[in-house]
Structure formats: structure tokens, C-alpha cells
């Protein structure tokens, strides 16, 4: 039975991609695995799965852990919120977990309570005290200790079912082991404390954000208005003082280790020596064109190991490995793609590059020191593939072990004898396989096939509209890929141009893409979506166009994908919106300001209007400060340009959450004081309680619904 998909129905349970499988953890020894799959009542709460095997093709699966119903029904600290929002993480249930260091049992939280699963035990033990909300479990690798954090400070487990305090630097505006707000929002380091490789010691990072002058945010959720004390780093103004300290478990002595001489840099990572005898940590300067990588003994002693530089900007990665034979595995652009290195030891200059010209390298997932090998996520050609790769050290030719076509993301078993793959492809949803060393196909996990009629997407099939993948040329020469995806017919149909637009994100791909683009179909729309230059994934040559001024070269490039379809028979020109949120945001009120003519209609969802307004590391790093490039500043606002938008009188939606504590609301307030000053009419949709990802599922009902309500009156408008 072909059925309409509707906005409901799409933000409704089961999800109608599948079942969503994700945070695979193989075992440290033996053949098992464990990963967090969504319920099968409720999409929106993860579930504990256990798969064990002998050969691969004997796989079998269970449940682990429910969660449902089990644990305290009080909601989640604030702390513990902001956390969740800077991970993007917005299910319930079992949200993390990892093994235990002999591989018989597994520890997670839920609400805040920690636990442990044995592998044949009937129910999981509660780990942590009550009155105690653990954020950030990690068990030692060499025993059952585990740590966590508790109101700000570092607390330690044993096996006989007693914690004790290890740090008391908790206070107002400073905490333990938990990362600052720019660590976890813009340096995606979501971690502050790490087991040495021996289990001896502890390093940990204390956060001091009282440089930061407290300011209020007023959120307003459905109760009323809250003025929530938010200490937020602006650009131009103070970062929190990073603090690092080593503790030995022993007899509880604490280090402070000098890790900077200079209080504006960065602590990007901390990774401990394999001989746990030091710590290799990443330090940016405030500019961010310099990256360097130091090895900082226990005794205080800091070597640099290597060092990478930019005129623009440094991007920090994960693709550190130190080496237990004294060399390391590192991943650098250097003015291209990002490639691998490997060196046979660290300090000395000399390394060999691992992976071939015109290849992408995306993220490491392991490297095999006995088998000479490392295995990637990246792409030997198209940039809008992604592969499972096993790079040899020694140099010799990189080897796909996954389609070329398709996106696929891996997991890997120590030792590199399994792996998990979740291959996606435009007309297939994610799919997880259980697959051996070579990428050889072993098990299905849980199978996500749409021919299956049971799926839950099966009754919207007859009417799913295929996106179609290609490129144009840019300005400059190099290539911007394109989705579009259209309702069937001659045309001409209504445009959406669908943008993000900014740095660090890629959304062009061979995925499966956003089923809301299914819904724009249905209406008669067609959506049309290009990353422009600034986005990420295809090296520096793409993304430094950017540097110094937001909303220029990406502006140009969108208006570049409209021209090149412009005289489709399937365009209509007269009917074109644009559409984003975040960045997207942003750029949809800059398309808006600079051509009104072009555009009926902008939806512009949490933006930023002021980068004044924003953070420190993220803005700096392509804008510098606003002392040093006022013109940059100036040009890359939206408020400066509102003679564009008063050229559009009642073309714009603008949508906040009353809640955001990334992209605050007051970025919105101004815009909104400006125009009604102006006296150029918009519409404005704000979610009282809502934070940046404006998440759930009635709230993302309402919001679509409000868009859909809008498009349909503008684009069915008579044209000016």
C-alpha cells in the first residue's frame, strides 16, 4: 500500500531509516561485540546489544540492556544537558558505555547512575552511591577501578564497591575532568581525564572559565523565564586557564605539569605514552596556524615532536597514534587533502607518506603494529565516497576493504580481525555487517533492507524520489558537488536550496540522505543542495577561500548552483527558496540580503547575525579577533546588509530555540529589533525551551510544519 509520508509520521517511532545502530565496542580479548540500538517501541531511546560469534557466520544477538523503566526518573543535571548538547547526543536510554578490562562485563550510565552488565549476569549492578551523578565513566584498563566525575571533581571505584574522592578543586566557575565549553563545542575534545597505559596514574584537566565574565541568558521555556549565569567565551574576550594534573593512584600525589608559557594557547589533546612514562599533548597558539605536538615527561621536561603550520589555519584532528616501538602515526593537509604520516620515531624529522596522491583520509581507526598497518576511513577518488583503507606502513599501495561507491564508516576489532561496517548508499539506509580483516562480509547485524515489506519505510517507496549526485564547475576551478533531488515530471517546480555552507561539515555525500527532503518532494518541490567552498573534507585549497570573511566566496557558490540549473525546464525560477539552519542560518539571511530578486522565500533557523556574538575558537580561527580584522567582521555580519532584506518584504522566517546556549537567542533579538526599526516585515517562530538543535519530536513536527505552511503561502503567492 503506497502511503503519503508525512511530518509526523517522520519524526514518529520506529524511524523509518531503520533501527539505529551506532557506538560499536568490540571486546579487548575474544570475539564479541557490543552496541547501542534504538528501541524497537521508541526510536528516540538506545538499548545495549551484545553479538558474539566464533567463525562470523555463526553470529548471534541480544539484548543487553533495556533501560527501560530502570534507574531514577529525575531528569539529567544541568551539567550534564550542556553535555549531551555539545555531543549532539539527543537519545535516552543507554547513551555510552565501554568494556571492562577483562572483557566479562560492560559499564554504562543512565540518568546519571552507573552500572555494569556481566555478559551472563540476569541484571546490571549499580556501580556509583547514591546521591551521585557520574559524568564521563572510564574504567582503568589494567583492572575493575573505574572514575568519573561528581560535582566537578575527580571520584575513583574499586572492585569492592567503595569510592573515594581524588581531587576537591571544584568550585564556582571551575571543575575537574570535564571538558570547557570550547574543548567540547569547537575542539570536539569531549574528555578531560585519562588512565595512564599501566593504570598508575591519572592525568586530568582542571577547567578555570572564572576568566570568562559571567553574563546572563535569559531562556524561556513553557514554565517562564530563567536567567541561566552562562560564562560565554566571545570572540576577542578571555578563554577558561587550563590546568593539567598527573595523579599517581598509589598514594594519591598530585603534579601540575607546565604544559604552555603562554596563557592564551590552547590545549587541543592528551594522550598518554604507551610506556606511561609521559604524555603527548597538541597546544595550539590563539591563532590556530600552528599545531604543535610535545612530549611532556612527569618530570615537567616539554620536547616537541613535531610541528605543523599554516597561514591560515591549523585543523585539529584524532588521527594521533604514538607507536610502543617509539614511532607514530599523524595525519596533516599541508595544503591539500589530509594525508598520513608515519614516523619510526618521534622528534626526528624523517617519516614516509602512507596514502597516494588525490586520496582523502577522513579519520584512523586503528594501527596494527604487528601487522604494519594502519585502517582508515577515507577516499582514494571521489570526495563524496567514503571507504574502509589499510594503509601498510612500510609504504606499499593502499587497499580498499569496501565498495568504492557508497559511505561507509568502520569500527575495528585490536589486532584488525573484525570490523564493523555501516555502509550507506543513496537508496539504502545505514546497514551495520560484521566483517573479517579483509572486509569480507561475515554477518548482518540487524538487516535494514527496503525490499523487505516489513520495513518501516516500505509504504513510502511508490513515491520516494532518487537524489541525483553531481558537480559543476566553481569559480576557480575546482569542482563543487551537488545533491538534487526533484519530484517527477517536466516542472518547472519550486526550489528549495537546501545550505549549510560552513566550515567543518560535509553534506554532499553518497549517504542516505535527510528524509525531509522526501517531504519537500511530496509538496511539488525540488531541493537542491551544494557545499560550497569552506566545507570540509576536500583539503585546504577548498576551505581557505573563507579566511577573513564569512558569507562571500560560500554566497557566490550557491548562486553558482542556481544559475547552472536556471534554465532547467524543471526550474522555476520565480520560485526559489533557501533554507538552513546553524551556519545554514547564516547564509540563508545572506543569500536573502545579497540577491532578494533571486528568492520568494528564506527560512533562516538559529543563525548567527553578529560574530561578535559568537566563540572564541571557532570565529578566531577564520576570522582572527575582531581587534585585528574589523572589516572582516563587519562584512561577515547580516545586520550591515539589511537594505537586501528590506528589498524582500515578508520573505523571511526566522526560527530560534529560547534556550540556545551555542548560537544564543539574542543573535535573533537583534535581527528581529533591526528590521522591525527598519520596517521590513518577517515572520518569526521561537521554541521556548529549546536549545540549538531545536531536537524532539513534537517540537520538530511544529517546526517542518510551520516551514511547510510558509513555502506553500509564498510560493503560491502571485509573483511581484
Not at 371 to 386: H, Q, S, Y
Not at 562 to 582: C, I, M, Q, Y
Request: proline residues 7%.
Amino acid at each position: 500500500m503506497t502511503e503519503r509520508l508525512t511530518l509526523a509520521r517522520l519524526f514518529a517511532s520506529p524511524p523509518l531509516a531503520g533501527p539505529t545502530l551506532s557506538h560499536f565496542r568490540f571486546a579487548p580479548r575474544g570475539q564479541a561485540l557490543a552496541w547501542l540500538q534504538s528501541a524497537a517501541d521508541d526510536g528516540n531511546r538506545l538499548e545495549l546489544w551484545l553479538g558474539t560469534w566464533t567463525r562470523g557466520e555463526d553470529f548471534s544477538a541480544r539484548r543487553l540492556f533495556s533501560g527501560a523503566g530502570e534507574g531514577p526518573e529525575a531528569p539529567s543535571s544541568e551539567a550534564e544537558k550542556a553535555r549531551r548538547e555539545r555531543l549532539r547526543l539527543f537519545f535516552s536510554g543507554v547513551t555510552e558505555f565501554h568494556w571492562r578490562a577483562d572483557g566479562q562485563a560492560l559499564r554504562f550510565t543512565l540518568n546519571g547512575v552507573a552500572y555494569e552488565q556481566v555478559l551472563e549476569g540476569a541484571s546490571a549492578e549499580r556501580l556509583s552511591p547514591e546521591g551521585h551523578q557520574v559524568h564521563q565513566l572510564t574504567s582503568a584498563p589494567d583492572d575493575h577501578r573505574f572514575a568519573y566525575v561528581h560535582e566537578g571533581d575527580l571520584w575513583l571505584g574499586t572492585p569492592g564497591g567503595t569510592v573515594a574522592r581524588l581531587t576537591e578543586e571544584a568550585a564556582d566557575g571551575i571543575v575537574v575532568g570535564l571538558p570547557d565549553f570550547i574543548a567540547a563545542e569547537e575542539m570536539h575534545r569531549q574528555d578531560a581525564f585519562w588512565f595512564s597505559p599501566d593504570g598508575a596514574h591519572l592525568a586530568f584537566i582542571k577547567a578555570d572559565e572564572t576568566p570568562i565574565p559571567e553574563t546572563l541568558r535569559f531562556d524561556a521555556t513553557e514554565a517562564g523565564i530563567e536567567a541561566v549565569a552562562q560564562r560565554y567565551p566571545f570572540t576577542g574576550g578571555p578563554n577558561a586557564k587550563l590546568s593539567l594534573g598527573v595523579l599517581s593512584l598509589e598514594d594519591r600525589s598530585l603534579r601540575w605539569l607546565p604544559w604552555s608559557d603562554d596563557p592564551e594557547a590552547y590545549l587541543a589533546r592528551v594522550t598518554w605514552a604507551p610506556s606511561s612514562d609521559a604524555l603527548f599533548i597538541q597546544r595550539q597558539p590563539r591563532d590556530q596556524k600552528t599545531l604543535s605536538l610535545l612530549r611532556l615527561g612527569l618530570d615537567g621536561t616539554l620536547e616537541l615532536a613535531l610541528e605543523e603550520r599554516s597561514e591560515s589555519w591549523v585543523n585539529l584532528h584524532d588521527d594521533f597514534r604514538p607507536l610502543a616501538s617509539s614511532g607514530a602515526l599523524w595525519s596533516a593537509e599541508r595544503g591539500g587533502p589530509r594525508q598520513l604520516y608515519y614516523r619510526r620515531h618521534l622528534g626526528e624529522a624523517e617519516e614516509r607518506r602512507l596514502t597516494p596522491e588525490g586520496s582523502i583520509v577522513h579519520r584512523v581507526l586503528t594501527v596494527d603494529e604487528d601487522a604494519g598497518a594502519v585502517l582508515f576511513e577515507g577516499t582514494l577518488g571521489d570526495p563524496t565516497a567514503r571507504q574502509v583503507l589499510r594503509a601498510p606502513l612500510d609504504g606499499s599501495p593502499v587497499e580498499a576493504l569496501t565498495a568504492e561507491r557508497g559511505w561507509h564508516q568502520g569500527a575495528v576489532a585490536r589486532g584488525g580481525a573484525w570490523m564493523v561496517v555501516v555502509e550507506e548508499h543513496p537508496d539504502q539506509p545505514p546497514e551495520a555487517t560484521l566483517r573479517d580483516g579483509a572486509g569480507s562480509p561475515r554477518a548482518t547485524l540487524m538487516a535494514n533492507r527496503l525490499s523487505d515489506a516489513s520495513h518501516a519505510y516500505a509504504p513510502y517507496l511508490a513515491t520516494r524520489a532518487t537524489p541525483e549526485l553531481g558537480q559543476l564547475q566553481g569559480e576557480d576551478g575546482q569542482p563543487l558537488h551537488y545533491r538534487l533531488t526533484k519530484p517527477e515530471g517536466d516542472g518547472p517546480f519550486p526550489v528549495i536550496l537546501a545550505v549549510y555552507g560552513g566550515p567543518g561539515a560535509q553534506r554532499v555525500t553518497q549517504g542516505w540522505p535527510p528524509l525531509i527532503h522526501q517531504v519537500f518532494v511530496q509538496h511539488g518541490w525540488a531541493v537542491l543542495e551544494l557545499d560550497n567552498r569552506g566545507s570540509a573534507g576536500r583539503g585546504e585549497a577548498f576551505e581557505r577561500p573563507i579566511y577573513r570573511t564569512f558569507g562571500a566566496v560560500e554566497v557566490r557558490d550557491q548562486f553558482r548552483a542556481l544559475d547552472a540549473f536556471a534554465e532547467a525546464p524543471w526550474f522555476d525560477r520565480s520560485k526559489v527558496a533557501v533554507f538552513g539552519h546553524s551556519y545554514g542560518g547564516f547564509m540563508a539571511l545572506r543569500c536573502l540580503a545579497e540577491a532578494p530578486e533571486r528568492f520568494r522565500a528564506a527560512v533562516s533557523v538559529a543563525p548567527v547575525t553578529d560574530w561578535h556574538l559568537y566563540d572564541t575558537h571557532y570565529t578566531e580561527r577564520y576570522l582572527g579577533t575582531p581587534g585585528e580584522n574589523p572589516k572582516g567582521y563587519a562584512r561577515s555580519g547580516v545586520l550591515p546588509y539589511l537594505e537586501g532584506l528590506g528589498k524582500a518584504p515578508g520573505a523571511l522566517l526566522l526560527v530560534h530555540g529560547m534556550a540556545d546556549d551555542n548560537v544564543l537567542f539574542t543573535h535573533s533579538t537583534r535581527l528581529m529589533a533591526a528590521l522591525q526599526k527598519a520596517a521590513i516585515p518577517f515572520e518569526m517562530m521561537a521554541y521556548p525551551g529549546a536549545k540549538h538543535a531545536i531536537a524532539g519530536a513534537e517540537v520538530s513536527t511544529h517546526r517542518y510544519e510551520q516551514l511547510c505552511a510558509f513555502l506553500t503561502r509564498r510560493f503560491t503567492e502571485p509573483t511581484p
